[in-house]
């Protein structure tokens, strides 16, 4: 299957803050990614849809301002939490949709902000 | 208002059993229905999809059953495996343009 690669896959941090996640498509190119989150047990809260070239769509309740997103290329979004608060410790993973349809997913980055 | 609800949270199977998950959707303009598997500290990966086109889809010991009328899904894992012992998720796009994904369930293999 195509390979979706994310990093870092662990980050510890102090709070105040920011941490940048990389999510890059290996074998493929992706004009749109998802950014999730997920909590312990619990299912992918979906944060936003990242466009290649355009600014990402957030999901209600989501701070863009808090959870930035950049789609850089076909192949590279970043998610960048700026000043990074201790429940903003959590599991983001990435994902890349190609041209068929399959969403991958990346192996996801633990961010813990002390 | 939850697009996918998934059933059961949790299942324990004996190894060579049958696992089966269930998977009910509220918008017919869904056209794509993923699964997926999650281990524990991993990101999720794409187990088997079916379209609605389609009753069933079978991939080795996997198999998709669709019901459009009921609006239902279903995984059917056979010969059960420990290593299948992790947690399970439906989804359901339309146009691929965004996936709701179910809450999951956690399988659990006894050897």
């Known amino acids: 299957g195509a390979v979706v690669s994310q990093h870092p896959s662990r980050v510890i941090c102090k709070s105040g803050t920011s941490v940048k996640i990389e999510c890059r498509s290996l074998d493929f190119q992706a004009t749109t990614m998802f950014w999730y989150r997920q909590f312990p047990k619990q299912s992918l809260m979906l944060m936003a849809t990242s466009n290649e070239g355009s600014k990402a769509t957030y999901e209600q309740g989501v701070e863009k301002d808090k959870f930035l997103i950049n789609h850089a290329s076909l192949t590279l979004s970043t998610l960048t939490v700026t000043s990074a608060h201790p429940e903003d410790s959590s599991f983001y993973i990435c994902s890349a949709c190609r041209d068929t349809g399959e969403l991958f997913f990346g192996e996801g980055s633990r961010l813990t902000v002390l | ?111």
Not at chain 2, 13 to 37: L, R
Not at chain 2, 58 to 69: D, L, V
């Open chain 2, 1 to 111: 208002q939850q697009q996918v609800k998934q059933s059961p949270q949790s299942l324990i199977v004996q190894k060579g059993g049958i696992s089966i998950i269930n998977c009910a959707y509220e918008n017919t303009a869904f056209d794509y229905f993923p699964w997926y598997q999650q281990f524990p500290g991993k990101g999720p990966a794409l187990l088997i999809a079916i379209r609605p086109d389609v009753s069933e889809k079978k991939e080795g010991r996997f198999t998709i059953s669709f019901n459009k009328s009921a609006k239902q899904f279903s995984l059917h894992i056979m010969d059960s495996q420990p290593g299948d012992s992790a947690t399970y998720f439906c989804a359901a796009s339309k146009n691929f343009n965004k996936f709701y994904f179910g809450s999951g369930t956690k399988l659990n293999v006894k050897p």
